[in-house]
Structure formats: structure tokens, C-alpha cells
């Protein structure tokens, strides 16, 4: 016994059923009647019992075609539905001359159909009949009971084969809700980090939430790895622990790249041959001359509470690398190894880097210069993954992108901002590029496809 459901088929193999409706779709001109030969470059279809056969003449596929199209249209016992497309122009999308011989004039329907021609889309227009104030008392009852009817489909293993039709999955039907603990106590320090007061003054506060303080955010991605394995080999090399060679740190690469996941052997080699050439441009800038910079540590930590306005912040993270200037200033690298990199503008107000020379004015480089307190003298940012522009150097040498020693108040500014955020709860999705690799877009009510699930 077959379940009820709609059956989907060529007209070949529909031969000696029958259904109370039958569509058939696409009958375009070139398509039904399809003319061309129907031989293969062995042309096995010749072979006959008595050896090979002619090829059949146009006239002979016109009429084979023709007994075809009969067999689909004559499938139907109560309703038969057929479907063309039709160009304005002349030398587009034409119905198939099947249609003439049917002897029903074709109807032309033209703009988009009335109802929904998706699973998805359906249920949203069941969804929004059944809480609608201006339909009838009847209309909305009707719509739940088609819902009731997806609801309780499902599949040989009882998993429901339309979730979304049930009530309980209707996110936007229920009350906000509220936590009577406070995220963070007011009478103490707010703990953020570089990358977090980036996500929560200039990306999505609700990202962060969900990410940091959720801790809902996606396991790792391969992508990860990639830079978490970068960053490792250069502080090795920074620390004297492997040498600047590249053979050696190839050597090392393959010792730990079987441990990243990769969705396929290809997209692994095209991977470690991208980290190859990273950790080359590395090298490259590791040995240049950088304006006379010398490296004083590598992946130093720190800890440090400030004051941003009404609030204190406690800003912890780790530099990549600290260096010392001709003048006696602390500089900091920050080595990055994604696709995409800021615009100037972007660079020159740079969270991280602005945070990272925040806290070493406030002393997080100072064990680093002999317990003196140091000058912060810039930041910038290595991008290992982007070849630097011709005039410095080529695709062999990495961009690199310079924020200036600070001035003004506008990194205590965002300080202030993102610190109010997280006391008074306020997590607001923002829109923007970020969204693309987020993991809450598909219940984010910035988002289209997340809006009608909160909403």
C-alpha cells in the first residue's frame, strides 16, 4: 500500500497507472516533442534482433513523441493539469504544439501564483491565517486545522516531517523572557576583551551574548585551526624554540594538519598549501627590517581595569607580538590569518589594536622594559594570508596595516559603550557582514530568515 503523497515521474514510467490528478509540467516547444537523434557514439539503440536498425526518420520521433505525450495526458481519471511557459518575445520559451491538439484553449495566467509553492511558505501563510484579526472565524479555524494535518506527518522513524507547523515551534508566540541573576554584578569591573569590545561597540551586541556569554556559538571550523596552527609556529619562532626555517616549520605543520577537519582531501591540500605560503610571508617579515623594531616577547598576556566613563572595565587578552622602537616604545603586532582584512579608516580606530595600546599605558608591557613604564608607540595588523601591495614588497611579504599612537577619547568612548551594553543587557542584533558565517542568523530578527521565526 502506498502512502498518500505526490508521485514524481517520467512519462515512461507513469505507463499503466492511473491517479484522480495528473500534471504535466514543462510541455515546452524542444522539449515535447523532443526531435533530436536519439543515438549514443556507439549508437548501441540500432542494435535489433536482426542486427542494426535505421535510425528513426523526424516523422517516426514526431509520432513516438506524440504517443508519449497521449500516454502522460490519458494517466489522469478526473483532472488533467498542463503546464507551458510562454515568452513575450518570439525566440523565447514557447508551449509545445501538443497543446493545440488537446482541444481546450491554453489559459495565459500571467504574475506570481497566489499561493505558496514551498513547504516553507505554506506554513507561513497557515501561521499568519490563523492570527490574523482580519480573517473570518472560519478562515483561521481552517488554516490550524491544515497546520494540525502537517504537524502530524512523519517520516518511518516518527521524526516529524514538517516541525515548523507545530505551535511549539512558533518561537514569536511566547513571552520574552527575563533572568533574575544580572549578567554581571554592577559592583564589580566588567572583564571584556580586544575582540569582544569590537563585536559589541561596532559589530552585534546579540552575537556576542550568544557566543561568549551563551556559549551557543558553533564548534571551531577548520578555518580556526588554520590560524590557531599559524600563530603557534610563529611564536616559536619569535621564542627561539624553532628556527626561522621554513622546511622546519613545514615539518612541523604536517605533524599536527591530520587533526584539522576538512570537508574533503582537496579543500585540506589547498589549505596547507595557503598555510605554507602564511608562514613564508612570515618568515619574510619575521627577518626584515622594521624600521629598527626589536621583538621583546611573544603572546603576552595581560590584565588591566580602567576607567570608561561611569564604569570600570577589565580588559585581559594576549599580544601576539611586543616590540620595542627606536624611540623606546612598546609597539604590538597582531598577526591575522582570515581572507578579508579593514579599510584604512577601519585600521586607524581598530578596537583591538587600540586596546592593546590602552593596556600599555596602563602597564601591561612594563616587566617587558625593565619594570619601566614605556610609551605605546602604534599597532598594526600582519595580515599573513594577503600578499603586501608591489611597492612593498609582492605576494612574497604579507600586508601589513599600521594604526597610529593614540589620541583623543574615542577608545574609552567605546569602552563605555560596550561596557553599558553588557550591565544593562542590551543586545540588539545589528545587520552587517558579520552575519554572513554567524551561527544565530536562522533566529535573528535582523535577518529575513530569522525573522519569522521571532516574530
Not at 590584565?303 to 623606546?328: C, F, K
Amino acid at each position: 500500500m502506498r502512502p498518500d503523497a505526490v508521485r514524481l515521474m517520467t512519462a515512461h514510467r507513469s505507463k499503466g497507472l492511473e491517479w484522480r490528478l495528473v500534471v504535466v509540467a514543462g510541455v515546452q516547444e524542444g522539449l515535447w516533442p523532443d526531435l533530436r537523434r536519439r543515438g549514443s557514439l556507439l549508437e548501441a539503440d540500432r542494435i535489433g534482433r536482426d542486427g542494426l536498425a535505421e535510425p528513426l526518420t523526424p516523422g517516426a520521433l514526431l509520432s513516438e513523441e506524440r504517443r508519449l505525450f497521449y500516454v502522460a495526458a490519458t494517466r489522469a481519471r478526473e483532472r488533467l493539469v498542463v503546464t507551458a511557459v510562454k515568452a513575450p518575445a518570439d525566440d523565447g520559451d514557447q508551449p509545445s504544439r501538443f497543446l493545440t491538439e488537446l482541444g481546450v484553449e491554453p489559459k495565459d495566467i500571467t504574475g506570481r501564483p497566489r499561493r505558496p509553492l514551498s513547504v516553507a511558505a505554506l506554513v507561513a501563510e497557515l501561521r499568519a491565517t490563523t492570527v490574523d484579526p482580519r480573517a473570518s472565524d472560519t478562515l483561521r479555524e481552517a488554516a490550524a486545522r491544515r497546520l494540525a494535518r502537517l504537524a502530524a506527518l512523519s517520516d518511518s522513524d516518527g521524526r516529524p516531517l514538517v516541525p515548523s507547523a507545530h505551535p511549539y515551534r512558533w518561537w514569536g508566540m511566547y513571552e520574552p523572557t527575563a533572568s533574575e541573576i544580572p549578567l554581571r554584578d554592577r559592583d564589580k569591573p566588567v572583564v571584556l576583551s580586544g575582540s569582544a569590545l569590537d563585536q559589541l561597540a561596532n559589530t552585534c551586541a546579540l552575537q556576542w551574548f550568544l557566543g561568549r556569554e551563551v556559549k551557543a556559538d558553533a564548534p571551531a571550523t577548520a578555518a580556526q585551526g588554520f590560524g590557531n596552527v599559524v600563530h603557534v609556529l610563529a611564536d616559536e619562532v619569535a621564542s627561539g624554540r624553532t628556527p626561522a626555517d621554513l622546511a622546519v616549520l613545514m615539518e612541523r605543520l604536517d605533524s599536527v594538519w591530520d587533526a584539522l577537519a576538512f570537508d574533503a582531501p582537496w579543500k585540506s591540500a589547498q589549505e596547507k598549501e595557503h598555510a605554507r605560503v602564511a608562514l613564508e610571508r612570515f618568515l619574510q617579515w619575521h627577518v626584515m627590517d622594521r624600521a629598527s623594531r626589536t621583538p621583546v616577547a611573544s603572546e603576552h598576556g595581560f590584565d588591566v581595569t580602567l576607567e570608561a566613563g561611569p564604569y570600570e572595565v577589565r580588559v585581559r587578552g594576549s599580544m601576539d607580538r611586543v616590540e620595542q622602537d627606536a624611540e623606546n616604545r612598546a609597539y604590538v603586532v597582531d598577526f591575522k590569518t582570515g581572507k578579508q582584512s579593514p579599510t584604512a579608516a577601519e585600521v586607524a580606530r581598530h578596537p583591538q589594536l587600540a586596546v592593546y595600546q590602552l593596556a600599555v599605558r596602563e602597564g601591561a608591557a612594563d616587566e617587558l622594559f625593565g619594570g619601566v613604564r614605556p610609551e605605546a608607540g602604534g599597532a598594526e595588523l600582519v595580515q599573513l594570508r594577503q600578499a603586501a601591495a608591489k611597492k612593498n614588497g609582492g605576494d612574497a611579504f604579507p600586508k601589513v596595516q599600521a594604526q597610529e599612537p593614540l589620541s583623543g577619547e574615542w577608545v574609552g568612548e567605546l569602552l563605555a559603550t560596550a561596557a553599558g551594553k553588557v550591565l544593562d543587557e542590551r543586545f540588539t542584533p545589528t545587520a552587517g557582514q558579520h552575519c554572513t558565517h554567524c551561527a544565530f542568523r536562522a533566529s535573528c530578527s535582523a535577518r529575513p530568515e530569522g525573522r519569522h521565526v521571532v516574530e
